[in-house]
């Protein structure tokens, strides 16, 4: 059974670090916090290793997936789509390489690493994202310039998420 203060403290993580998901896994248990819209869940599991032999056990117990999140309407919201998707066209996206806070200056009084109408190479620093208390360098790692900048300082991005748009 896991510490009710360690858990205590992942959740405390997750709220300061504004995370939607934690998973953790050791030798002996994996834990899985989730917190959103569906509620919070907690889900606890020791963890089974099959010992070779063709033993019926699983080689690691996954919990049962959730429930997908309800499809988009149909058909009705589609039209602006396109309209998006053509302005947008031959450009390339600078993505989120984890989750965290994202800001567009090194402090408040600083100007942006990078504004739309900014040219850029691979090693320019576009922005910092801040995880667990880390700051972090994200670099553009393209070339071109930036077109859109399509998150704004101080929201909370996802490991993927397009941060800017750029015409190579």
């Given at each position: 059974m896991i510490d009710p203060s360690k858990l205590k403290d992942l959740v405390k993580l997750m709220v300061e670090n504004d995370l939607t998901e934690l998973d953790l896994q050791?030798?002996?248990?994996?834990?899985?916090?989730?917190?959103?819209?569906?509620?919070?869940?907690?889900?606890?599991?020791?963890?089974?290793?099959?010992?070779?032999?063709?033993?019926g056990a699983p080689a690691a117990f996954a919990p049962a997936p959730m429930a997908a999140p309800a499809a988009a309407p149909a058909a009705g919201g589609a039209a602006p789509a396109p309209k998006a998707a053509d302005s947008d066209a031959g450009l390339i996206a600078i993505e989120s390489p984890m989750v965290g806070t994202f800001y567009s200056a090194a402090n408040p009084d600083?100007?942006?690493?990078?504004?739309?109408?900014?040219?850029?190479?691979?090693?320019?620093?576009v922005c910092l994202i801040e995880a667990m208390k880390v700051f972090n360098e994200i670099k553009a790692e393209k070339t071109g310039t930036i077109e859109k900048v399509l998150v704004k300082n101080g929201d909370a991005v996802e490991f993927g998420q397009k941060l800017f748009l750029v015409r190579p």
């Open positions: 050791d030798e002996k248990e994996t834990v899985t916090i989730r917190r959103g819209p569906q509620g919070g869940v907690v889900n606890h599991s020791p963890v089974y290793y099959g010992g070779g032999g063709g033993g600083s100007p942006p690493f990078a504004a739309a109408g900014a040219k850029i190479t691979p090693s320019t620093v």
